[in-house]
């Protein structure tokens, strides 16, 4: 072989880019503004789930069903539901406000607007007091959307799967604390006469369990107060564009160099052409961001918050139903247990394997695999309904299903970490992160307006008219999940990389 077809064989085999090369390093995460927003995420879930444990057993101690233990489900699918319907209606305006005042202020606001409502809500001693509450909650609460906008700002391509892992991770450890705060704390004169004896405790029997949620939430308005610092704020904006502008007029006062009379430019025009588009991307109309790009992730991430709320709102309903109807009979202590549970091993398995499982199998992948699992979830509902029926008794055998329906759901969380990369990356700039989230936030709080009168109303109906056996709730979600799994094959194959 002559040597020019040697240099041609070596040329086509050895690769232009040396192997590994093109694949940028990780950077790494800013530990501290990334650990305040979790304290953040943290909060969240510990107030709204710490109601799930006693909603059921309020409502009945309301008198609102007149003794009627199946209709226990619309009455808490009305209350579960209220929030979002409110966050529906003001959290696409709390995140543009956050594109244009910054994020922190929203920010605060959202947690003042919690703190007040879960203090209200444990003092309520009627169904509307109860409605008026969740309805304020969802008003001034507008946090979910803006912080995760805060964590796109705050990570690039490389370590997005890191920072969006901790999300669902930090929400399991809410969903962890949450409902043994509920569950432990729900009438506590009955748990501990002695100390909880004042008249008080009688009439507010759930008001320690909110009040507690809402300290928490108090003590995370002070931590962001103090230590959250703005990222991408349109104040920073704003005094760079000063001082941008300041150094053009200098520029023009002063004669040309000969550097710039022979075309070596200094960036000025790039910079003055980036700033206008820039502003021109920020204040562009909402339906102009309705592209495919970035509408087929929202709807994902829509149909998962349907679907993950009506089970959240299924579980505690099925585990409080009396066996006759086929339920297991909890009390919400055991309630509030089982929940905690669920939700602490899955966080820790969301920390450990997350991001590794997402390096290996990439986002679109593991999404289409974990959404697989919600029919085999709903699936394991009839056959305790089963088990009780034949059995009469709840056993052993109904721990490990208990326990394969907790394998099932921390394998379908997996989802929400790889939807909001999907989410976030669909943004054409990163200063439309904040509407693009609030879309996408807005139409999971539609959905969640949804799911939970959706699920506990088919619940009531399918044990009131025996509809397939009662079972009719878990056969329509099933259908639903499919819808979902037909939405995750269309998204796009890898992550769009935000950098360039």
Same mark, same amino acid.
């Given at each position: ?11 086509? &085999?050895?690769?232009? %880019? ?30 709204? !789930? ?27 699918? #009305? ?54 509450? $969740? ?21 690039? /391509? ?22 043994? =705060?509920?569950? &432990? ?31 928490? #939430?108090?003590?995370?308005?002070? %931590? ?16 760079? *564009? ?7 007029? /200098?520029?023009?006062? $002063? ?8 075309? =070596? ?12 588009? *820039?502003?021109?991307?920020?204040? !562009? ?53 089982? !929940?905690?549970?669920?939700? %602490?091993?899955?966080? %820790? ?55 394969? *329906? ?7 969380? !997996?989802?929400?970490? &790889? ?82």
């Amino acid at each position: 072989m002559d040597s020019s077809n040697s240099s041609r064989v070596e040329s086509e &085999t050895t690769p232009l %880019i040396p192997e590994g090369a093109s694949k940028k390093p990780k950077t790494p995460l800013p530990k501290l503004q990334i650990g305040i927003l979790m304290i953040l995420q943290l909060v969240e879930p510990i107030a709204s !789930m710490s109601i799930f444990p006693y909603i059921n057993q309020l409502i009945r101690e309301l008198g609102i069903t007149g003794g009627d233990d199946a209709a226990v489900g619309y009455y808490a699918g #009305i209350i579960e539901s209220l929030f979002f319907v409110a966050q529906t209606l003001t959290v696409l305006r709390w995140s543009r406000l956050s594109d244009r005042i910054g994020r922190k202020p929203v920010l605060l606001v959202g947690l003042s607007g919690t703190c007040i409502s879960m203090l209200c809500f444990g003092l309520s001693t009627s169904f509307w007091s109860l409605v008026i509450s $969740r309805c304020m909650c969802g008003i001034l609460n507008g946090n979910a959307g803006v912080m995760k906008t805060m964590v796109g700002e705050l990570t690039d /391509s490389t370590n997005m799967a890191q920072g969006f892992a901790l999300i669902p991770i930090v929400w399991c450890i809410g969903s962890f604390v949450g409902p043994l =705060i509920g569950g &432990t704390l729900a009438r506590p004169q009955d748990n501990w006469p002695g100390v909880f004896a004042h008249p008080f405790w009688t009439k507010y029997p759930y008001f320690l369990p909110c009040a507690v949620s809402a300290c928490l #939430i108090l003590l995370a308005f002070f %931590i962001l107060l103090v230590f959250l610092e703005e990222v991408g704020s349109p104040y920073h904006c704003i005094t760079a *564009q000063v001082t941008h502008d300041q150094q053009t007029l /200098s520029t023009k006062r $002063r004669p040309k160099s000969k550097s710039t009379t022979l075309g =070596i430019s200094n960036g000025a025009d790039n910079d003055d052409r980036e700033a206008l588009a *820039q502003k021109s991307m920020a204040n !562009m109309p909402l339906r102009s961001l309705l592209t495919p790009t970035i509408v087929i992730p929202i709807a994902n991430y829509a149909m998962l918050a349907l679907l993950d709320i009506s089970l959240m709102a299924l579980l505690p309903l099925f585990l409080s139903t009396p066996n006759y109807l086929g339920g297991l009979g909890f009390t919400p202590s055991s309630i509030g247990s089982w !929940m905690a549970l669920f939700a %602490i091993l899955d966080g %820790i398995f969301q920390a450990l394997f997350f991001a590794r499982i997402v390096d290996w199998l990439g986002p679109k992948r593991l999404f289409c695999l974990s959404v697989s699992c919600f029919a085999p979830v709903m699936l394991v509902f009839p056959f305790m309904s089963w088990l009780v029926h034949t059995r009469g008794i709840v056993d052993h055998a109904i721990t490990f299903a208990l326990i394969g *329906q907790l394998v099932l759901t921390v394998i379908w969380d !997996m989802a929400y970490g &790889t939807v909001f990369m999907f989410v976030t990356a669909s943004a054409p700039a990163k200063n439309v992160l904040g509407a693009v989230n609030g879309l996408g936030q807005t139409s999971a709080s539609m959905a969640r307006v949804i799911g939970p009168a959706l699920a506990t109303s088919l619940f009531a109906l399918s044990k009131e008219h025996n509809i397939l056996n009662g079972n009719a709730v878990y056969v329509i979600l099933i259908m639903l999940a499919g819808v979902l799994r037909w939405l995750g094959s269309q998204l796009p194959d890898e992550i769009q990389d935000r950098d360039e």
